[in-house]
């Protein structure tokens, strides 16, 4: 069964770290692009950074120089570093491989003093 997992959402304070995880099973997708939405209570699902299979990046521009994406792919895993977090940040986080219906079940990050 093919199937992605999050991880690493918490209750964060604001200027706070987190990294969350993504991790594939059941299959590679070594070649596949992968993207990092988030969908914030009352909001619609937005796209916030994605990986191509080369590693060519893009950022939503109010995370740009916040957020990084990155992948293993011996681990089958792309990650999202996100650093100086913003109450705005708030929302639950979903990975899905671009192209595909696969989406994991989100992971809560949570940013509050």
């Known amino acids: 069964q093919v199937q992605l997992v999050e991880s690493g959402g918490d209750l964060v304070q604001p200027g706070g770290s987190l990294r969350l995880s993504c991790v594939a099973s059941g299959r590679s997708f070594r070649f596949n692009p992968v993207a990092w939405y988030r969908q914030a209570s009352g909001k619609e699902r937005e796209l916030v950074a994605s990986?191509?299979?080369?590693?060519?990046?893009y950022y939503l521009g109010s995370v740009k120089d916040r957020f990084t994406i990155s992948r293993d792919n011996a681990k089958n895993t792309v990650y999202l570093q996100m650093n100086s977090v913003k109450p705005e940040d708030t929302a639950v986080y979903y990975c899905?491989?671009?192209?595909?219906?696969?989406w994991g079940q989100g992971t809560q990050v949570t940013v509050s003093s």
């Open positions: 990986i191509t299979g080369g590693a060519t990046t």
């Open positions: 899905n491989v671009i192209g595909t219906s696969l």
